[in-house]
């Protein structure tokens, strides 16, 4: 983009697009519940007129009305009774109403309350009151975020996600407005710790899967936007399972001008982890701890500092794995001894200070300064002796071997050691008016990154070292690099949103830019975006959008290092083109309530960087220049399919290919062919998920919550790291989990101490699926066509495996 075009881009966004200039009053206020908590995104408007806003963090909200008119102001909140009142208000006239909105159903303790208001853009508020029982494998609020539509994720020890075939690295998370960054060194699932987001501290949720505003940052995929709690008075929980648990504690002073709200978690997966086909020795251990504290210095001013130190160590021995695999006409057995060990350690720091200045009732500004440090360390020394068999099936129903089709050995060896800081200055700020707002913010971030690379592995195939040499000893590969790079990025953004009529017509739009500038690859992007949210009228059951916008996402340092370490500083930011279209639809069953959302999307991609994942690790391909594009819908439907209950189920259609420049694949016969476009690693066509919950209608203290996922097969790499198209197929995703749980003391009981204790027990991977990771390619000697053969060993995820768990709140 020009320098002319940016300049009447500028001007476009500056362009007035409604009138102002009525007599107006101002009613402003807080929205809580029953027990004093926050409603964090409720609406609040005007009946018949396309005037409203919504509660912020702290369940505070402010809107202009017009004067000397009579109105009925409407709150609404999903799982809550609306609020109506009939005011006539006089011309600079301020009035205070604060409001506590009743629940809709008093007497069921529900563990979720998940909801869709009618959205003002493509981000969908998850009202999300509890997962503590939940059948949850790894204790991440991850877990509810992949049974969304566009999410996608093989993997239940991992808290990773794809959206809409993106990679992992695609996916903006914020908390409390700053930017979570995560550890670089991560390859396997196993090491993977507990996600940043702490669940039980968590006061709203808002999850956009693509066409997200301009005020969010430079990401291809998805956004998600957590605000945590500042809580009222003392209250708190305690956790325990064989899977980890929890403590969380919140608090406020006399005058309410001090809140905390802390919590502190551990998790191992030590249990889960006995169960799979490779025995041996794990010790994994991961800690979070993380507060946040907020003061108000005074009734303009207030102050609040995010806290987090993570420490995740995976300690492995392994001694011994046999795995069948292969299909009824040919299986396999795969059979091998382990000697050494392996020592992982990711510790990671962020410290974020905030200032929220509001000089009067229609700025906000918001400075937020904030620092995260990662220490991150991989080594291990594993001898691996190894021997295929073609087995045969045995009349106990077991595969015996048959014959002995290759013997060999393997030794690997890592001292990976990653070091990263990453420092940045940040202001936001926002004007509101009657029928819209202002938003605007600039950012600078300072990032410094030492990386240590030291792996190599030696292969030995029947006495034969491989790659064969008459020389010496070859090793199949050896990667050793030294990096530093130092470099800073600036970005700034504009955005404006109107509301108003046209024919009793209901539209909200949304047009803004973003502009940012990173120093090593001096590469200049403008990101305009936009969205239009219509409603037909006040009456009407269905609401529209359309969101259209240029996403840039600028490279980071994993993305411009090659398996062997050598960086490639020139790349240019990976662009899309993306547009979105859509509509929720709410509608009546059974006497109950339910919404249905569908979204159709295409984004074309440019600059693309080529990747291919080996579990979680996302092994990036710089050198090759790539173009892609990924089109899909998404369905959606929740509800209350048992009265009382809300539960949900989700569809989605994906395809994502890409084509890499030059690609080439030379023949046996010396021809050669160029593949065109491929599946991306994250190409999941098909991704059903379900969520449903139940209760005894005699007791509704005994309660079953399930969860259902199927995704079909993901395309995976070969055994060479240095091509990026050929790609083999890991087979369908298929889970279920369920949890029992119950209420041994419940809000009504006669206890001043507990506010409710629950028991729950959980079958996790309830049908005993084998689902597949990654593969281990296992290559043997020359066979007589000179031809090395490469055996695909699959790696499977969790079996079925039994959980208890026992949660307190105070």
Same mark, same amino acid.
Not at 41 to 64: E, P, Q
Not at 212 to 238: C, E, N, R, T
């Given at each position: 983009?020009?320098?002319?075009?940016?300049?009447?881009?500028?001007?476009?966004?500056?362009?007035?697009?409604?009138?102002?200039?009525?007599?107006?009053?101002?009613?402003?206020?807080?929205?809580?519940?029953?027990?004093?908590?926050?409603?964090?995104?409720?609406?609040?408007?005007?009946?018949?007129?396309?005037?409203?806003?919504?509660?912020?963090?702290?369940?505070?909200?402010?809107?202009?009305?017009?004067?000397?008119?009579?109105?009925?102001?409407?709150?609404?909140?999903?799982?809550?009774?609306?609020?109506?009142?009939?005011?006539?208000?006089?011309?600079?006239?301020?009035?205070?109403?604060?409001?506590?909105?009743?629940?809709?159903?008093?007497?069921?303790?529900?563990?979720?309350?998940?909801?869709?208001?009618?959205?003002?853009?493509?981000?969908?508020?998850?009202?999300?009151?509890?997962?503590?029982?939940?059948?949850?494998?790894?204790?991440?609020?991850?877990?509810?975020?992949?049974?969304?539509?566009?999410?996608?994720?093989?993997?239940?020890?991992?808290?990773?996600?794809?959206?809409?075939?993106?990679?992992?690295?695609?996916?903006?998370?914020?908390?409390?407005?700053?930017?979570?960054?995560?550890?670089?060194?991560?390859?396997?699932?196993?090491?993977?710790?507990?996600?940043?987001?702490?669940?039980?501290?968590?006061?709203?949720?808002?999850?956009?899967?693509?066409?997200?505003?301009?005020?969010?940052?430079?990401?291809?995929?998805?956004?998600?936007?957590?605000?945590?709690?500042?809580?009222?008075?003392?209250?708190?929980?305690?956790?325990?399972?064989?899977?980890?648990?929890?403590?969380?504690?919140?608090?406020?002073?006399?005058?309410?001008?001090?809140?905390?709200?802390?919590?502190?978690?551990?998790?191992?997966?030590?249990?889960?982890?006995?169960?799979?086909?490779?025995?041996?020795?794990?010790?994994? @251990?991961?800690?979070?701890?993380?507060?946040?504290? $907020? /003061? *108000?210095?005074? +009734?303009?001013?207030? !102050? %609040?500092?995010?806290? #987090?130190?993570?420490?995740?160590?995976?300690?492995?021995?392994?001694?011994?794995?046999?795995?069948?695999?292969?299909?009824?006409?040919?299986?396999?057995?795969?059979?091998?001894?382990?000697?050494?060990?392996?020592?992982?350690?990711?510790?990671?720091?962020?410290?974020?200070?905030?200032?929220?200045?509001?000089?009067?009732?229609?700025?906000?500004?918001?400075?937020?300064? @904030?620092?995260?440090?990662?220490?991150?360390?991989? $080594? /291990? *020394?594993?001898? +691996?002796?190894?021997? !295929? %068999?073609?087995?045969? #099936?045995?009349?106990?129903?077991?595969?015996?071997?048959?014959?002995?089709?290759?013997?060999?050995?393997?030794?690997?060896?890592?001292?990976?050691?990653?070091?990263?800081?990453?420092?940045?200055?940040?202001?936001?700020?926002?004007?509101?008016?009657?029928?819209?707002?202002?938003?605007?913010?600039?950012?600078?971030?300072?990032?410094?990154?030492?990386?240590?690379?030291?792996?190599?592995?030696?292969?030995?195939?029947?006495?034969?070292?491989?790659?064969?040499?008459?020389?010496? !000893?070859?090793?199949?590969?050896?990667?050793?690099?030294?990096?530093?790079?130092?470099?800073?990025?600036?970005?700034?953004?504009?955005?404006?949103?109107?509301?108003?009529?046209?024919?009793?017509?209901?539209?909200?739009?949304?047009?803004?830019?973003?502009?940012?500038?990173?120093?090593?690859?001096?590469?200049?992007?403008?990101?305009?975006?936009?969205?239009?949210?219509?409603?037909?009228?006040?009456?009407?059951?269905?609401?529209?959008?359309?969101?259209?916008?240029?996403?840039?996402?600028?490279?980071?340092?994993?993305?411009?290092?090659?398996?062997?370490?050598?960086?490639?500083?020139?790349?240019?930011?990976?662009?899309?083109?993306?547009?979105?279209?859509?509509?929720?639809?709410?509608?009546?069953?059974?006497?109950?309530?339910?919404?249905?959302?569908?979204?159709?999307?295409?984004?074309?991609?440019?600059?693309?960087?080529?990747?291919?994942?080996?579990?979680?690790?996302?092994?990036?391909?710089?050198?090759?220049?790539?173009?892609?594009?990924?089109?899909?819908?998404?369905?959606?439907?929740?509800?209350?399919?048992?009265?009382?209950?809300?539960?949900?189920?989700?569809?989605?259609?994906?395809?994502?290919?890409?084509?890499?420049?030059?690609?080439?694949?030379?023949?046996?016969?010396?021809?050669?062919?160029?593949?065109?476009?491929?599946?991306?690693?994250?190409?999941?066509?098909?991704?059903?998920?379900?969520?449903?919950?139940?209760?005894?209608?005699?007791?509704?203290?005994?309660?079953?919550?399930?969860?259902?996922?199927?995704?079909?097969?993901?395309?995976?790499?070969?055994?060479?790291?240095?091509?990026?198209?050929?790609?083999?197929?890991?087979?369908?995703?298929?889970?279920?989990?369920?949890?029992?749980?119950?209420?041994?003391?419940?809000?009504?009981?006669?206890?001043?101490?507990?506010?409710?204790?629950?028991?729950?027990?959980?079958?996790?991977?309830?049908?005993?699926?084998?689902?597949?990771?990654?593969?281990?390619?296992?290559?043997?000697?020359?066979?007589?066509?000179?031809?090395?053969?490469?055996?695909?060993?699959?790696?499977?995820?969790?079996?079925?495996?039994?959980?208890?768990?026992?949660?307190?709140?105070?």
């Amino acid at each position: 983009m020009n320098h002319r075009s940016f300049k009447y881009l500028i001007a476009f966004l500056l362009f007035p697009l409604a009138a102002f200039g009525q007599q107006t009053a101002t009613i402003k206020g807080v929205v809580s519940d029953p027990e004093g908590s926050s409603l964090y995104y409720a609406s609040v408007a005007v009946k018949n007129k396309a005037i409203g806003t919504f509660t912020d963090d702290k369940g505070f909200y402010l809107l202009k009305v017009p004067a000397n008119e009579k109105i009925i102001l409407v709150l609404t909140h999903v799982g809550y009774e609306n609020y109506m009142d009939t005011l006539l208000l006089s011309d600079n006239q301020v009035i205070e109403l604060n409001i506590t909105l009743k629940q809709i159903v008093e007497n069921l303790e529900d563990v979720v309350i998940y909801g869709i208001n009618a959205r003002e853009n493509t981000l969908t508020p998850i009202n999300l009151k509890s997962i503590d029982q939940l059948p949850n494998s790894n204790g991440n609020f991850e877990t509810i975020l992949k049974t969304l539509p566009g999410v996608a994720s093989g993997n239940e020890l991992s808290s990773q996600y794809s959206v809409r075939g993106g990679s992992f690295d695609e996916n903006l998370i914020y908390v409390n407005d700053v930017e979570i960054h995560k550890p670089l060194l991560v390859q396997s699932s196993q090491q993977e710790g507990l996600s940043f987001v702490n669940p039980g501290m968590v006061s709203s949720i808002q999850f956009s899967a693509g066409g997200f505003d301009a005020q969010y940052g430079d990401k291809l995929s998805s956004v998600l936007d957590i605000k945590y709690k500042q809580p009222k008075d003392l209250s708190g929980s305690v956790s325990a399972s064989l899977l980890g648990g929890s403590v969380l504690l919140g608090d406020a002073s006399k005058n309410k001008k001090f809140t905390m709200n802390t919590g502190l978690r551990y998790k191992t997966t030590q249990y889960l982890l006995n169960n799979m086909d490779t025995k041996g020795d794990y010790k994994p @251990s991961f800690t979070d701890l993380q507060t946040y504290l $907020t /003061y *108000d210095l005074s +009734k303009k001013v207030e !102050i %609040s500092f995010l806290g #987090n130190y993570a420490n995740n160590k995976y300690d492995r021995t392994p001694q011994n794995r046999v795995t069948e695999f292969g299909s009824f006409m040919q299986s396999f057995n795969f059979t091998t001894f382990y000697e050494g060990q392996e020592k992982d350690k990711f510790d990671t720091y962020l410290g974020a200070l905030a200032l929220h200045y509001q000089p009067n009732e229609n700025i906000s500004l918001k400075f937020i300064g @904030s620092a995260f440090q990662s220490n991150e360390e991989i $080594t /291990y *020394d594993i001898l +691996k002796e190894y021997w !295929i %068999s073609q087995a045969t #099936n045995s009349s106990k129903g077991r595969n015996d071997s048959l014959i002995n089709i290759g013997v060999g050995s393997s030794l690997d060896h890592a001292r990976d050691y990653m070091k990263s800081g990453i420092y940045s200055l940040e202001h936001k700020g926002a004007y509101y008016m009657p029928s819209g707002n202002w938003k605007w913010g600039l950012k600078v971030q300072k990032e410094n990154i030492n990386d240590k690379l030291d792996e190599w592995e030696m292969l030995d195939s029947a006495n034969y070292s491989l790659p064969q040499s008459d020389e010496g !000893i070859n090793l199949n590969f050896a990667n050793k690099a030294n990096n530093i790079l130092n470099s800073m990025r600036y970005a700034g953004y504009l955005q404006n949103t109107s509301t108003f009529d046209i024919n009793k017509n209901n539209i909200s739009l949304t047009l803004g830019a973003r502009i940012q500038y990173w120093t090593v690859n001096k590469d200049i992007t403008i990101s305009p975006r936009g969205n239009i949210t219509l409603k037909p009228d006040i009456t009407s059951n269905t609401t529209w959008h359309l969101a259209a916008g240029l996403y840039y996402q600028p490279p980071f340092y994993s993305e411009i290092r090659d398996p062997q370490g050598n960086l490639f500083t020139n790349l240019q930011a990976q662009r899309a083109l993306e547009i979105a279209a859509g509509s929720d639809y709410k509608f009546m069953a059974w006497g109950r309530p339910f919404i249905f959302t569908s979204e159709i999307y295409y984004k074309n991609i440019t600059h693309l960087i080529p990747y291919k994942l080996v579990d979680v690790r996302q092994v990036y391909l710089p050198e090759y220049k790539a173009k892609g594009y990924a089109t899909g819908i998404d369905f959606k439907v929740y509800g209350e399919f048992v009265e009382g209950t809300e539960s949900w189920f989700s569809l989605s259609l994906l395809t994502s290919k890409e084509d890499i420049y030059n690609d080439k694949i030379v023949n046996s016969d010396h021809t050669v062919t160029y593949p065109g476009y491929y599946r991306r690693p994250m190409d999941q066509w098909v991704n059903f998920s379900l969520f449903f919950q139940d209760y005894l209608p005699t007791n509704p203290d005994y309660k079953v919550h399930l969860t259902l996922t199927y995704g079909s097969g993901l395309p995976y790499s070969g055994p060479s790291l240095s091509r990026p198209s050929d790609t083999y197929s890991l087979g369908a995703y298929r889970r279920v989990d369920i949890g029992f749980s119950r209420v041994i003391i419940g809000k009504k009981a006669k206890t001043s101490i507990f506010k409710s204790i629950w028991i729950t027990a959980e079958i996790l991977n309830l049908l005993d699926t084998q689902n597949k990771v990654s593969y281990d390619w296992v290559k043997t000697v020359e066979n007589n066509g000179g031809v090395n053969i490469n055996y695909a060993v699959p790696n499977y995820l969790t079996s079925r495996t039994f959980n208890v768990k026992i949660t307190v709140y105070f």
